[in-house]
Protein backbone atom coordinates (compact mmCIF):
# COMPACT_ATOMS: atom_id res chain seq x y z
CA UNK A 1 0.00 0.00 0.00
CA UNK A 2 1.48 3.75 -0.91
CA UNK A 3 2.50 5.77 1.73
CA UNK A 4 0.24 8.88 0.23
CA UNK A 5 -2.53 6.80 0.54
CA UNK A 6 -2.40 5.50 3.64
CA UNK A 7 -1.94 9.29 5.18
CA UNK A 8 -4.33 10.39 3.04
CA UNK A 9 -7.37 7.68 4.60
CA UNK A 10 -5.58 7.88 7.90
CA UNK A 11 -5.24 11.85 8.70
CA UNK A 12 -7.94 13.13 6.23
CA UNK A 13 -10.35 10.49 7.23
CA UNK A 14 -11.01 11.23 10.83
CA UNK A 15 -11.30 14.90 10.36
CA UNK A 16 -13.94 14.22 7.20
CA UNK A 17 -15.93 12.39 9.76
CA UNK A 18 -15.30 14.74 12.38
CA UNK A 19 -17.05 17.51 9.54
CA UNK A 20 -19.93 15.39 9.31
CA UNK A 21 -20.80 14.55 12.62
CA UNK A 22 -20.60 18.52 13.28
CA UNK A 23 -22.54 19.23 10.19
CA UNK A 24 -25.39 16.89 11.15
CA UNK A 25 -25.68 17.57 14.51
CA UNK A 26 -25.45 21.72 13.67
CA UNK A 27 -27.72 20.84 10.75
CA UNK A 28 -30.39 23.80 11.51
CA UNK A 29 -27.78 26.92 11.01
CA UNK A 30 -23.88 26.69 10.12
CA UNK A 31 -23.35 29.41 12.21
CA UNK A 32 -23.40 26.58 14.97
CA UNK A 33 -20.03 24.99 13.58
CA UNK A 34 -17.69 26.01 15.96
CA UNK A 35 -14.03 24.82 14.88
CA UNK A 36 -13.00 24.59 18.75
CA UNK A 37 -14.99 21.10 18.85
CA UNK A 38 -12.87 19.71 15.82
CA UNK A 39 -9.70 21.21 17.85
CA UNK A 40 -10.86 19.18 21.20
CA UNK A 41 -12.21 16.14 19.16
CA UNK A 42 -9.89 15.51 16.30
CA UNK A 43 -7.36 13.97 19.03
CA UNK A 44 -9.86 11.02 19.69
CA UNK A 45 -11.10 10.80 16.54
CA UNK A 46 -7.86 10.64 14.95
CA UNK A 47 -6.79 7.36 17.40
CA UNK A 48 -10.43 5.48 16.90
CA UNK A 49 -10.69 6.00 13.26
CA UNK A 50 -7.51 5.44 12.25
CA UNK A 51 -8.39 1.47 12.10
CA UNK A 52 -11.15 1.43 9.96
CA UNK A 53 -9.66 4.05 7.55
CA UNK A 54 -6.04 1.81 7.38
CA UNK A 55 -8.61 -0.76 6.11
CA UNK A 56 -10.56 1.42 3.64
CA UNK A 57 -7.12 2.36 2.20
CA UNK A 58 -6.35 -1.16 1.52
CA UNK A 59 -9.53 -1.84 0.21
CA UNK A 60 -9.00 1.23 -2.03
CA UNK A 61 -5.81 0.24 -3.12
CA UNK A 62 -7.38 -3.07 -4.53
CA UNK A 63 -9.71 -1.81 -6.52
CA UNK A 64 -7.21 0.56 -8.04
CA UNK A 65 -4.95 -2.32 -9.25
CA UNK A 66 -8.11 -4.01 -10.21
CA UNK A 67 -8.78 -0.73 -11.97
CA UNK A 68 -12.83 -0.80 -11.03
CA UNK A 69 -14.39 2.03 -12.40
CA UNK A 70 -17.06 4.08 -9.98
CA UNK A 71 -14.06 3.32 -6.92
CA UNK A 72 -15.60 6.45 -5.22
CA UNK A 73 -18.88 5.01 -5.29
CA UNK A 74 -17.76 1.60 -3.98
CA UNK A 75 -15.89 3.06 -1.50
CA UNK A 76 -18.84 5.13 -0.04
CA UNK A 77 -20.49 1.83 -0.11
CA UNK A 78 -17.06 0.11 1.91
CA UNK A 79 -16.57 3.67 4.59
CA UNK A 80 -20.06 3.07 5.03
CA UNK A 81 -20.02 -0.75 6.19
CA UNK A 82 -16.51 0.00 8.21
CA UNK A 83 -17.77 2.17 10.47
CA UNK A 84 -20.62 0.44 11.01
CA UNK A 85 -19.09 -2.79 12.32
CA UNK A 86 -17.57 -1.59 15.57
CA UNK A 87 -20.87 -1.13 16.50
CA UNK A 88 -22.78 -3.74 14.97
CA UNK A 89 -21.27 -6.24 17.84
CA UNK A 90 -23.32 -4.15 20.90
CA UNK A 91 -26.45 -3.46 18.40
CA UNK A 92 -26.90 -7.48 17.99
CA UNK A 93 -25.57 -8.16 21.39
CA UNK A 94 -27.60 -5.78 23.31
CA UNK A 95 -30.77 -5.37 21.28
CA UNK A 96 -30.05 -1.70 20.54
CA UNK A 97 -31.05 -1.62 17.22
CA UNK A 98 -33.20 2.09 16.05
CA UNK A 99 -32.94 3.84 12.43
CA UNK A 100 -30.18 6.49 14.45
CA UNK A 101 -27.51 3.50 14.78
CA UNK A 102 -27.29 3.47 10.56
CA UNK A 103 -26.13 7.40 11.26
CA UNK A 104 -22.90 5.83 12.42
CA UNK A 105 -22.33 4.82 8.95
CA UNK A 106 -22.95 8.32 7.76
CA UNK A 107 -19.35 9.00 9.55
CA UNK A 108 -17.41 6.45 7.45
CA UNK A 109 -18.85 6.51 3.97
CA UNK A 110 -18.62 9.75 2.20
CA UNK A 111 -14.71 10.68 4.17
CA UNK A 112 -13.82 6.85 2.77
CA UNK A 113 -15.47 8.37 -0.72
CA UNK A 114 -13.91 11.55 -0.44
CA UNK A 115 -10.62 10.14 0.15
CA UNK A 116 -10.70 7.97 -2.56
CA UNK A 117 -11.47 10.62 -4.80
CA UNK A 118 -8.47 12.36 -3.73
CA UNK A 119 -6.09 9.33 -3.60
CA UNK A 120 -7.09 8.72 -7.28
CA UNK A 121 -6.59 12.38 -8.41
CA UNK A 122 -3.20 12.48 -6.84
CA UNK A 123 -2.25 9.33 -8.50
CA UNK A 124 -3.06 10.42 -12.26
CA UNK A 125 0.19 11.10 -13.80
CA UNK A 126 -0.07 14.23 -16.48
CA UNK A 127 -0.08 13.56 -20.18
CA UNK A 128 3.50 14.52 -21.24
Known sequence: MSKKRLLLFCLLGPFLSLCVLRFVL????????????????????????CLPFIAAAGVDQVLEEKSLPFRPAIMLVVGFLF?????????????LWSPLVLFWGLLGGPPAAICSLLAAIGARKPAA
Request: charged share 10%; hydrophobic share 60%.
Open 26 to 49: ASDTLDAFDPLFLVVVYPPALAMG
Open 83 to 95: SFVPIAVPVVLFG
